[in-house]
């Protein structure tokens, strides 16, 4: 399946590491594509409902043993300010396979969910896949078989420990939470309790962030937003230009990205402003 967008890979990496250099870090990007999560994600019929659950579910009512707070627009402020991490991103996740970040609670944090974004690979990943928490309380000793590219982009960044922890209503997985600690450590029972409670009402007003993703470009938020949908968009042209699947053109502007070490939507903006065409790449 990705003989084509291999060639294409190969070709990229020539020229960012110069004649001869093929990088497997850049292949294992490109490939990484597909292993693409198969997580449970509502059907029409059963949005209603489900959305219904969870309103429910995260209706804004003070959580236990916290009787004064109250969900206010930074929906990751709570996980930082009542857990021991450094940072928190919120993702939901879409039935294209990809995600809409709704927060980053600081620069690290949407560092780490622009490198996931990115390479499609990473904990909130594992969690799209199996709906369960993936859990690395030592980044540094701990092997990553399941986001090798994305581990070893972690050796420059100062992150000691990450955890992702799913967004379920009932059976069916909406979103996933990301944290992380600048130093090494678990999170003890009483911490992953509160993690999951918080799961379970931010569940409703993270769903509501991302409906109103697509008129968020008046709003300090909407860029973000709106580079997700420039490097779709880019996704779009490469598929015209080199007559691939959608699946191998995300992952030649992956790849193309990693290998020349410039973050995904600055390389789809130059491929939807038509500074970058793949048809000119030799090879």
Excluded at 85 to 107: E, K, N
Excluded at 119 to 135: D, H, M, N
């Amino acid at each position: 399946m990705y003989a084509r967008a291999e060639r294409r890979v190969k070709t990229c990496s020539r020229r960012a590491n110069g004649p001869g250099s093929v990088s497997g870090r850049v292949m294992d990007a490109a490939r990484a594509v597909g292993t693409r999560p198969a997580y449970r994600l509502p059907s029409r019929a059963m949005a209603s409902g489900l959305m219904t659950d969870a309103f429910h579910a995260g209706s804004g009512s003070p959580l236990t043993g916290t009787p004064e707070w109250e969900w206010g627009d930074d929906l990751c402020a709570p996980f930082v300010d009542l857990l021991p991490v450094s940072g928190a991103s919120i993702s939901v996740l879409r039935r294209d396979g990809d995600a809409t970040t709704v927060c980053a609670s600081d620069p690290l944090a949407r560092r780490l969910d622009a490198m996931q974004f990115a390479l499609g690979e990473g904990p909130r990943w594992v969690v799209a896949r199996t709906g369960r928490p993936s859990i690395s309380a030592d980044v540094e000793q701990e092997s990553h078989p399941d986001w090798p590219v994305f581990g070893a982009g972690l050796a420059t960044l100062s992150v000691g420990a990450l955890f992702a922890f799913p967004i379920l209503v009932g059976p069916v997985l909406l979103g996933v939470i990301d944290l992380y600690r600048r130093t090494p450590g678990s999170l003890d029972r009483d911490a992953t309790a509160q993690v999951l409670s918080l799961a379970r009402k931010v569940a409703a007003p993270a769903v509501r962030e991302a409906m109103h993703a697509a008129a968020e470009g008046e709003r300090p938020e909407g860029k973000r937003h709106s580079l997700r949908r420039e490097v779709h968009q880019a996704v779009g042209m490469v598929f015209v230009q080199l007559d691939v699947t959608t699946t191998e053109a995300l992952a030649l502007l992956r790849a193309y990205a990693f290998s020349t070490g410039r973050p995904l939507e600055d390389v789809a903006i130059d491929v939807v402003g038509r500074k970058l065409d793949f048809r000119d790449l030799p090879g």
